[in-house]
């Protein structure tokens, strides 16, 4: 079976939507072997992929009628949501995990694995955004509750947003008349990194853009992941809405 380093589903539809999903899989590329060196518990965790994020974007593309891109390689491999030069793009120790298939990943090695993953699939993401002037984009990831020896994250979930918050900032106003829904503002992160997939795409365009964090634990089975995608459907097109052009 032929290795693509994304998947991009319904990219027919013609909504001006695009759901983004950077963390989408834990898959390790056949060209690595198919492995870095950690037991399948660390590969099924958060610091491999996020974790219900992919059936979320899927659910919520098909809700909007719009396309979404997902990538097919883990973020141990190389993180497809950090700019080339982020320190942070190749990691070596992860939440208290040793990554052994990146011990002794030189220069070289960074550069064939943004070669073989991390550019085509932001090339590939350029070019359907590039499809249409008034692309709004969507980027779906999720959160652990708990990172080792820090305090539980009290919310569902995290907007994240830069200088850009046209989108945010109705998103997040819609959110809070949910009262089973606790939402932060750039939480449980901060809302900009230079150089990273809504940096890139959509600030240094000028798109309409959010970055919506849900809590993994919300989301661990299709059920939930489908019920999210539908409801946040709804409230995204009210907050676009609100947004003038």
């Known amino acids: 079976m032929t290795y693509f380093p994304y998947h991009i589903e319904g990219a027919s539809r013609k909504s001006r939507w695009l759901i983004t999903c950077d963390h989408a899989a834990n898959t390790v590329p056949p060209d690595l072997g198919g492995s870095l060196g950690l037991p399948d518990d660390d590969m099924n965790r958060h610091i491999a992929y996020d974790v219900g994020a992919a059936g979320v974007t899927l659910a919520l593309a098909e809700a909007l009628g719009c396309p979404a891109i997902l990538s097919n390689f883990s973020r141990l491999v190389i993180d497809p949501n950090r700019g080339e030069h982020d320190p942070t793009i190749l990691m070596r120790l992860y939440d208290g995990s040793i990554i052994p298939g990146n011990r002794y990943a030189d220069a070289a090695e960074k550069e064939r694995r943004l070669n073989a993953y991390h550019r085509p699939y932001h090339k590939a993401l350029e070019q359907i955004a590039a499809q249409r002037d008034d692309t709004v984009i969507v980027a779906i990831h999720s959160f652990t509750r708990q990172l080792r020896g820090r305090p539980s994250r009290p ?91």
């Open 155 to 245: 919310w569902h979930v995290g907007i994240l947003h830069a200088y850009d918050a046209r989108l945010s900032d109705p998103l997040i106003a819609r959110l809070e008349q949910e009262p089973d829904i606790v939402v932060g503002r750039n939480e449980p992160y901060p809302g900009h990194l230079p150089g990273d997939a809504i940096d890139r795409h959509a600030l240094k365009h000028g798109r309409n853009n959010t970055l919506i964090e849900l809590r993994n634990d919300l989301i661990e089975d299709e059920r939930h992941q489908k019920a999210w995608g539908e409801r946040l459907a709804p409230m995204l097109e009210h907050a676009l809405a609100q947004v003038a052009d």
